[in-house]
Structures are given as C-alpha cells and as structure tokens.
C-alpha cells in the first residue's frame, strides 16, 4: 500500500468514522505528539508530561470503552470470563499442557494468599528433583511470532523487527483475537490485570515523589503509551491482515494487558538452531512465584525443553518457589509489579559526580580514571553489613582529598587501595569522606514526603488500593537500605 493510497483511505475512514472513533483518533494523535517530545530535564517536567498522558489515557479509555459498548463488544477478552484458577480452567491448561509434552511433578496449580496464583507442593520434593518440564511447542517466541501470521509485517515495521518484546506482545494480543487458538487455555490461566506502573493513576504515580524508582517508572510507561498510539494509528491506517484483524479489538486496556503479561514473565531460552537466546513465555513455569534462592532452570537441549528443579526441600503444603534471577526490587517493582521485602539482592542507586567548577576537578577525574571509575556515576547501595562497595568507597575519599593527597595518590602504585576499608588513609580524610556520604544519604531522605515509620504504620492501617501499599512498600525497602547504610557510617567513624 502506497504512502498516498494510505493517506487516501485514512482519510475516508476518518470523514465516515462516528464522532467517538474521530475524537478517539485525534486523541490518539495528541498523546503520539505528546510522547514523542524529548526526554524532559527534570523530574518536575516529567511529572507534568505524565499528568498530561494520565488525563489523554482516561479520555481514551472511555472512548475505547463506548465503541466497544456501541459495536457489541463489551469485552475483548476471546477467553471466557472464568477465574484464573476455575476449576474448568485449570484442567483445561493441565490436559493442554500434558498433551504436548509439558509435565508437573508433585505440585498442583492453586491460588496463595497475596501471591494471587501459585504451585501448590503435593509430595516431598528434594532439592534438585525436576519438578516442571516445557518443550517449545507451547512456549510463544519470538520465533514463533516471526513465522506466524504477523510474518509479512515484521520486516516493515521497525519496532517489531528490533523489539523483540514488542513483538511478543502484539503476538499475544493477536492469538487472543484469534478464535480457537492454539494457546487458548494458557490464555484463560493468565491474569486478567497486572499491578504493573502502566495500571497506575497519575496520583498513585505520586507516592513515589522522593523515590528513584519514580524517574524509571515515567519513562517505561511514556515508552509504552507512545508504542500503543504507534500501534493504534498503524493498524488504523492499513488495510492487511493483522491490521483488519486488530482494527475494532486494539486497545489501550489490552496493550498495556499484553506488554504486562511479557514484562512479567518473558524468559530467554535458546534459538531453533542454537545460534543465540531468544525472547520466550513458558506457559506452566510462569506460574512460579519468586523467592530468594538459587536460579534452578535451565533449558535441555537434547529434549527441546525448559526443565525447572526444587532448588531447596520442599514439603506437602508449601508454596513451590522459584529465584528469578539477582534483581532490585526496583526491576521487580517495574517489570514484574511486586516488591520482595526480604530482598538478598536489593540494593539503591546513588548518583554523585564531580563538579565542573571544582577547581581540583582534572585531577579528580584522572585519580578516578586510574580506577576505571567515572566522575559522574551511579553508585549501588545495599542491605547488609557491608553496604558500601569498593567503587563508592573510592568516589567519597577522592572527592573530599586536597591537592596533596590527589597528587600522592595518583603516583601511588597503590591506588587500588582506595577502594579497601583496611586502606591506611589519614583519620580527617576518613571522616570527612564519611561526613559526605552520611550528609547526601540525609538529603535522600529527607527527599520523600513521608519517613519510614510513618510509612510502615500506614501499611498497617490498611484501606488502601493495592497500587499505593505496592509503592509505599517500594519506597520502604529503599528507606531501610538508607537507615542500614547510616548506621554503618556511624560504625565507621566510631570505630
């Protein structure tokens, strides 16, 4: 279809669409522009553009919501209304799962307290016994996805060809307009929302002022919003066969249920040949929750399958946990929407930087250099008895040195010492290296709007959306990092 007959066409849509389907195009032209703009300076323009987004994404939203109402479609959904763990629905997913090759060993699909949907341990399990086996045949890849009915549009089309979880979620939304779908009843068993930051009101967005977290969370979801009005004037303006198929069920609820559904569970497994890793869902094995242990799963190639062990002994009763990989629980916060309070591996970003008009600037940056150390940089903080690691150690000591001390250190054939607590250093320095660290962490702090006391007593209080106490725990956890790494400054300079 040429850009003119395209134009042409869109054109005669437009000047024949109902009142709804014009405002909800010129809508969505508004929030394309809107996304499109650079990123923003600052977190106040950030949050003034989200607030603009949030107020276009409520209009689209009713929009979307009366046509839907107006052509019959009250939803979109191809599966049944069921709960997730129906009982229908379960077996269904189980003889699916079974009849082509998938097994689970000892465990029962079921529904956990503040988990929503989990495995349910039947029989002793040991450590390293196999317990979920799934052969790609069920698994959506981006392979898959590439030789499916979306073939002849990949190649064209830009963010499907590079983004492979673009293109694993346009592909799920069109196996889920799809009648009578191969995947069909890993369709039904899929949660039917998500507490990801796309399901977030702009005022629940705002209980992360303070947060670092909040400056990622804008981005993904401005990131996302601009595919979905990209995807909705793509299909609008063409006449192929995903985009008649897409047309009347596209939305901006069952894109942001798609990319959800991905950036929850996508797993990498390897290529058909072998050559690379590639993008995949693993129907059965997402079903797993995350605790803190040891990554268990591992793809077989000789069987063509993903095989998941017991990391640890489980018994009849528990909860059949999985460790989805050493991740903050900023990353589980964004992509996965759940926040794990005993987090081994959390940890909190700090940006310091030198100053350009620091006049010992040069000689800052090459002592810097010499330890493959940025003078602008992100440093990680974490839970623990050792907060502070070598590479943040070594920033605070040559930030706060005289010329003096830069100019010894830097001929020193010891430098790398710096990054050591048992470096011998003068006890000022020390101190004012540690009087640094402990007045930033203060500003840090002092940067929400709430303390953490008062944080936990209104977790305890209750009454509020599942949204807000997810984000007043995300800001909890960075709070607690923040109190240890205090407590280990005072340690420190009273040693």
């Known amino acids: 279809m040429g850009r003119k007959s395209g134009q042409s066409k869109n054109t005669n849509r437009k000047n024949k669409a109902p009142k709804e389907e014009k405002e909800l195009l010129e809508t969505v032209d508004s929030l394309l522009r809107l996304t499109t703009l650079p990123l923003h300076n600052n977190l106040t323009q950030s949050l003034d553009c989200q607030k603009k987004?949030?107020?276009?994404?409520e209009r689209i939203r009713l929009l979307e919501d009366k046509l839907s109402k107006k052509s019959g479609r009250a939803s979109t959904n191809n599966s049944t209304e069921r709960s997730r763990i129906d009982p229908e629905t379960v077996k269904n997913f189980t003889k699916w799962i079974q009849e082509n090759g998938g097994e689970l060993q000892g465990c029962s699909i079921s529904s956990f307290a503040g988990y929503d949907v989990g495995l349910r341990v039947e029989q002793e399990i040991p450590q390293s016994s196999l317990v979920i086996a799934v052969p790609r045949k069920v698994m959506m890849s981006v392979e898959t996805a590439s030789n499916s009915i979306l073939k002849d549009i990949v190649n064209k089309v830009e963010i499907l060809?590079?983004?492979?979880?673009?293109?694993?979620?346009?592909?799920?939304?069109?196996?889920k307009f799809t009648p009578n779908s191969f995947w069909k009843p890993y369709l039904d068993i899929l949660p039917k929302s998500y507490n990801t930051v796309l399901y977030y009101?702009?005022?629940?967005?705002?209980e992360l002022k303070g947060s670092p977290t909040l400056e990622v969370a804008l981005r993904q979801i401005k990131s996302i919003v601009r595919q979905y009005a990209y995807f909705h004037k793509l299909f609008w303006n063409s006449d192929d066969t995903i985009s008649e198929l897409m047309k009347d069920k596209f939305s901006f609820a069952e894109y942001c249920w798609a990319v959800s559904t991905v950036m929850t569970r996508q797993n990498m497994i390897p290529s058909l040949d072998g050559s690379t890793m590639i993008n995949a869902l693993i129907p059965l094995w997402d079903l797993c929750n995350h605790s803190n242990g040891a990554i268990s799963t591992d793809y077989n190639p000789q069987l063509d399958r993903s095989e998941c062990l017991a990391f640890r002994d489980f018994k009849p009763g528990d909860q059949l946990f999985i460790f989805y990989g050493p991740r903050t629980n900023s990353d589980f916060f964004i992509h996965n929407g759940f926040v794990y309070e005993d987090n081994d591996n959390d940890l909190y970003w700090i940006r310091l930087g030198v100053s350009k008009s620091d006049p010992l600037q040069e000689k800052r940056k090459e002592l810097l250099?010499?330890?493959?150390?940025?003078?602008?940089?992100?440093?990680?903080?974490?839970?623990?008895?050792?907060?502070?690691?070598?590479?943040?150690?070594?920033?605070?000591?040559?930030?706060?040195?005289?010329e003096g001390q830069l100019e010894h250190w830097i001929e020193s054939e010891k430098s790398?010492?710096?990054?050591?607590?048992?470096?011998?250093?003068e006890t000022s320095l020390e101190l004012k290296s540690w009087a640094f660290l402990r007045a930033r962490i203060n500003l840090l702090?002092?940067?929400?709007?709430?303390?953490?006391?008062?944080?936990?007593?209104?977790?305890l209080e209750?009454?509020?959306?599942?949204n807000v106490q997810l984000a007043i725990k995300m800001r909890l956890c960075e709070k607690k990092i923040l109190k240890n790494c205090l407590q280990y400054i005072d340690e420190m300079v009273h040693k």
């Open 53 to 57: 987004i949030s107020s276009l994404i």
């Open 161 to 175: 060809k590079n983004m492979p979880n673009v293109l694993l979620a346009v592909y799920l939304l069109v196996e």
């Open 201 to 206: 009101s702009y005022s629940e967005l705002e």
């Open 369 to 402: 250099n010499k330890l493959g150390i940025w003078s602008t940089a992100e440093f990680s903080i974490k839970m623990g008895p050792r907060p502070i690691d070598g590479r943040l150690l070594a920033f605070i000591r040559i930030f706060n040195m005289d």
């Open 416 to 425: 790398a010492d710096l990054q050591y607590q048992e470096c011998g250093l």
């Open 445 to 459: 702090q002092m940067s929400y709007s709430t303390t953490l006391e008062q944080d936990e007593k209104l977790l």
């Open 462 to 466: 209750g009454a509020l959306s599942a």
